[in-house]
């Protein structure tokens, strides 16, 4: 149940299969007309299943693929951690879901546990397509923090004017969900953490060799002061590093996370043909210039 949804279990008469239907407030027509759209173009077997959907006096109604396993943050909540090799089997997951997506020329943009439901088999599908954007032709300016996504697994440049989203601002994402995964909590805050110091973090921390404490202040974490954290071998501590890079003209590329030795020996194979992001490489050549500047 959400702010203005709520989502039933149900079937078809004289059918076996069980849908999931959700129930949305007609206020949110236009992002659900948007979400609709997004949903009737995708055809992979990790994006949650469309199936129909209709309108009454108060209300609109989709009915879509239901998922037995719940989702990533609740899984998250019962267990406290995942081992590694569970880490690596959701990853390729949902490494899988997003290069689908930017093969498609879309951002999700909102990346997060509770967005991937994990079906009867254990295969992650991903869902709430709201916020999903084609690739950007001008810098975010002034949108409004809250359509610009989720802040805590938001992209430093995502907290700017000039930065805006691409491929590397979901890969910082896909970074934040695997680090979760592994130690049980976020790597910039936690729900306490108000969002002035969230941004602070998320721009100076290294979470992968000095994790944030419950709690804790960006000073406590710097000067090591911290609380057990479940450890990760130098392959995930690697392409955490990789994903959680603070300038996104060097966050990676599909190439170099396909090949990460993390994934082995079940590598992806990196997209064949991606659009471009003209924009984006725009602003990470004048991130570029600006930083000569200062060091010479």
């Known amino acids: 149940k959400g702010e203005f949804s709520q989502v ?42 469309f199936h129909d959907w209709y309108e009454t006096r ?8 239901y998922c037995t396993g719940g989702d990533l943050e609740a899984l998250i909540k019962q267990d406290g951690h995942l081992p590694e090799t569970s880490v690596r089997i959701f990853g390729l997951d949902i490494v899988a879901a997003i290069k689908y997506m930017h093969g498609e020329g879309m951002l999700h943009c909102d990346i997060r546990p509770c967005n991937f439901l994990v079906d009867e088999y254990g295969i992650l599908k991903l869902s709430d397509f709201k916020n999903v954007r084609k690739i950007p032709k001008e810098p975010l300016g002034e949108t409004p923090m ?3 996504g989720t802040p805590d697994y938001m992209s430093p440049e995502l907290f700017t004017e000039e930065g805006m989203h691409s491929y590397q601002s979901d890969f910082w994402a896909i970074g934040v969900v695997l680090y979760q995964l592994r ?46 954290h479940p450890p990760v071998t130098a392959d995930l501590a690697d392409l955490l590093q990789w994903l959680l890079e603070k300038n996104p003209a060097n966050r990676g590329n599909w190439e170099a996370i396909c090949a990460h030795p993390f994934w082995q020996p079940h590598n992806p194979v990196p997209p064949s043909k991606l659009p471009d992001q ?16 200062l060091f010479e």
């Open 183 to 228: 130690r049980g909590s976020l790597p910039f805050g936690d729900e306490n953490t108000l969002l002035p110091r969230l941004i602070e973090n998320v721009r100076t921390l290294d979470p992968v060799h000095n994790p944030l404490p419950l709690n804790a202040t960006a000073e406590e974490s710097k000067s090591g002061d911290r609380n057990a």
């Open 8 to 49: 039933f279990k149900g079937r078809e008469k004289k059918k076996i299969e069980y849908v999931a239907i959700k129930r949305i407030e007609k206020s949110m027509m236009s992002k659900v007309v948007s979400e609709v759209q997004v949903m009737h173009k995708l055809s992979c077997a990790h994006m949650l299943k």
């Open 278 to 293: 003209p924009a984006f490489d725009a602003y990470t050549r004048n991130l570029e210039r600006a930083q000569s500047v």
């Open 146 to 148: 809250g359509s610009r």
């Open 58 to 65: 108060n209300n609109l109604w989709l009915i879509l693929e």
